[in-house]
């Protein structure tokens, strides 16, 4: 038996792998290793090196399986998702540090590699062009390509190994026929009787599950589209799938559209949550106002924590820009929908709030969120929810949230889609 396993420089992939394999017992394993959207910084303390990492993954497939294949992640390709100054900072990360890991940490056990990076790259470390279809898909040339690679080292292999590998290279090329990314590595090793019902842009997949009564709702989906619909630059909205995390937002808004007090957003954007709130809860016919601060802007990288600059500054790279004029046109149906232009916290004294039955955090760093829990904290009414989007994301946002939380006798519930959710106490 063979199969994929799918790696990522992520802490507990490792683990992870020794979870899967102690479920199968395959003759050999294929690691495609993958790093897919990562803006944490590497010297986060909550993450190991990529050595460590990579060193512990393979060590987990070798532990079960007398022969293990590695292969390089496959080159990232303009255009698609991010503009092209993130793509070469991101190229050059993975052609400087992330490859040479990788050969590192296979030369030491004497593993051998497929180097799908270098054989698909360009000078400047990207995709060559024509090799994907969609920024995911191989194309049909680069198929063959990457066929005849997987060939010749699993026959070369299957040459001098007692072992029959036939039956990897079937396996292997199957793969890359039905190539998407990680997840279809993942969906090789798991029993074939289970299915996938939700795969989320958040990194999590539902399996088993039903999830037809939100995604299949008419309402929902309305809610979702319009949202999705803002102008927002993070990714093709065709391939942008936070349903669950706009849902949480939605249930929380229908949940507080009862409760006394306003409804806050701090982190806006062009409004993404705030529109689908607004058409899923019919928010224009409640009386309420709806408050939305944000620099329209970016994030003011000078609010940030030591821990958090870099990824401030790559999320402003990749995602963010002035978009003030977009989110004005996307509110303009709403005529109870107050926009406020400026940095957290000072902004949030310059227009009158008494109560608020729901307040959004999505600022991405700590101190403005921080700023804005303390500041309408007792604003609240008992019973208001306080969504954070970034809770399980950043750990200088989770450690100053959380100890906040405990000042006041709460906690926050952590989400799957990386959120964290908080319901005011009556006391």
């Known amino acids: 038996m063979t199969c994929g396993l799918p790696g990522a420089v992520i802490r507990h992939v490792a683990e992870s792998a020794h979870f899967t394999l102690h479920t199968i017992r395959p003759s050999a394993i294929i690691i495609q290793v993958g790093i ?12 190991l090196t990529l050595d460590e990492d990579l060193g512990r993954l393979f060590d987990a497939a070798m532990a079960h399986a007398g022969i293990v294949i590695v292969t390089t992640p496959f080159p990232i390709e303009k255009g698609f998702d991010e503009p092209d100054s993130s793509v070469l900072l991101r190229a050059q990360w993975l052609a400087e540090e992330v490859v040479p890991a990788i050969f590192r940490q296979a030369a030491t056990r004497s593993l051998p590699i497929i180097d799908l990076f270098r054989e698909f790259s360009t000078d400047d470390g990207t995709a060559k ?15 063959v390509g990457v066929r005849a690679l997987y060939e010749a080292r699993l026959l070369n292999l299957s040459r001098s190994s ?19 990314n990680d997840f279809d590595c993942l969906r090789a090793i798991l029993p074939q009787s289970r299915k996938a019902t939700y795969e989320s842009s958040d990194g999590f997949t539902v399996w088993e599950r039903a999830t037809d009564p939100f995604l299949e709702d008419p309402k929902f989906k309305r809610a979702y589209a319009k949202g999705n619909a803002t102008g927002h630059r993070f990714g093709d909205p065709k391939n942008l ?3 669950w995390r706009v849902l949480v937002g939605c249930w929380a808004a229908y949940h507080c559209r009862l409760i006394e007090g306003d409804f806050v957003e701090c982190g806006v954007n062009t409004g993404i949550l705030a529109n689908a709130i607004e ?18 802007n970016g994030i003011p990288v000078e609010q940030a924590a030591p821990g958090e600059i870099e990824h401030a500054q790559s999320m402003n790279d ?15 149906h709403m005529p109870r929908a107050r926009l406020v232009r400026g940095v957290v916290p000072e902004s949030l004294s310059t227009v009158q709030i008494d109560k608020v039955a729901f307040l959004s955090l999505d600022m991405n760093i700590a101190a ?17 929810i306080v969504l954070f989007d970034d809770y399980a994301y950043g750990a200088v946002q989770r450690e100053e949230m959380n100890r906040f939380a405990i000042s006041k006798n709460t906690s926050i519930l952590p989400l799957p889609t990386g959120q964290g959710l908080l319901i005011k106490p009556f006391i």
């Open 318 to 332: 990749a995602f963010y820009w002035d978009c003030f004029d977009i989110a004005q046109k996307n509110f303009s």
């Open 279 to 296: 058409e899923y809860i019919d928010f224009n016919n409640i009386s309420k106002d709806f408050f939305l601060f944000d620099t329209f």
């Open 368 to 384: 403005p969120e921080l700023a804005a829990l303390e500041y309408f904290w007792d604003r609240l009414t008992p019973s208001a």
């Open 241 to 243: 799938h936070i349903e």
């Open 162 to 180: 007692t072992g029959d590998l036939g039956a990897a290279i079937d396996l292997a090329c199957a793969q890359l026929d039905a190539a998407r």
């Open 36 to 47: 897919n959207n990562l803006f944490v910084p590497l010297d986060d303390p909550q993450w």
């Open 129 to 143: 062009p024509g090799t994907t279809v969609d920024g995911i898909h191989f194309s049909a040339e680069a198929t």
